[in-house]
């Protein structure tokens, strides 16, 4: 299995653009997570999926941020307008049955 | 309120040395409780779980945790360390009625040649 699979694994883009992060989980694993890690505030939850549906997305800053799973095997995170106090790197987890979190590379994302 | 405390930011030990990490918890129900190390650049992988049964886990690459309810902690040990072990380590709690794993803000372990 090559595990969580996230791109790109670096972006640097100009605020006010567009940025989408994309994450393929492992197959089968029904839940998938994204996070976002940072100096200041270490790694929050901002939004996690169940069976492609939202679950709670409690965690997402702004309505900049929107987060998609089309399907069981793929799921974007959109920041549209980016900010510079977006940059960080953002983590995608998928969970098995079993209850652990396997996490990506993660995506680094710097707006300037 | 659930929460996890890592009290040590950084720590730094000799090669050779042994470690211990600490992780404290508040949480209302029984906890699932996990460790994680990230190295530069990379993703967090699973060091070890704790969900029930013996209190002291055996992890990947040497190291053991164990868990003790009375203390509420869960500290991560490791007899010799090794450079390669450089890196940082995350606790994180859950449990089976919540997705929402909450993880700790880290320790940094720099490891002296």
């Known amino acids: 299995d090559a595990g969580v699979i996230q791109s790109p694994r670096h972006e640097v883009t100009e605020m006010g653009q567009e940025v989408t992060l994309r994450c393929k989980p492992i197959s089968g694993h029904d839940y998938l997570f994204w996070y976002r890690q940072t100096m200041m505030r270490g790694l929050e939850l901002l939004i996690y999926f169940n069976n492609n549906v939202p679950i709670d997305d409690s965690g997402m800053p702004e309505d900049r941020f929107s987060a998609k799973m089309p399907n069981a095997s793929f799921s974007t995170l959109k920041i549209q307008p980016s900010e510079p106090r977006d940059s960080a790197v953002y983590f995608c987890a998928s969970r098995s049955g079993a209850n652990v979190l396997t996490f990506g590379a993660g995506s680094r994302l710097t707006v300037l | 309120a659930q929460s996890v405390t890592q009290p040590d930011i950084h720590i730094t030990v000799s090669e050779g040395a042994s470690l211990e990490l600490r992780c404290n918890y508040s949480?209302?129900?029984?906890?699932?409780l996990f460790w994680y190390v990230q190295s530069p650049g990379q993703g967090l992988q699973l060091l070890l779980k704790y969900f029930s049964g013996d209190t002291l886990v055996q992890g990947i690459k040497g190291f053991e945790a164990e868990f003790k309810r009375s203390q509420s902690s869960f500290n991560l040990r490791k007899p010799s360390v090794h450079w390669s072990d450089a890196a940082e380590y995350f606790c994180?709690?859950?449990?089976?009625?919540?997705?929402?794993?909450?993880f700790g803000t880290g320790t940094r372990l720099k490891v002296l040649a």
């Open positions: 949480y209302g129900a029984t906890p699932y």
């Open positions: 994180a709690v859950g449990s089976s009625g919540t997705y929402k794993y909450i």
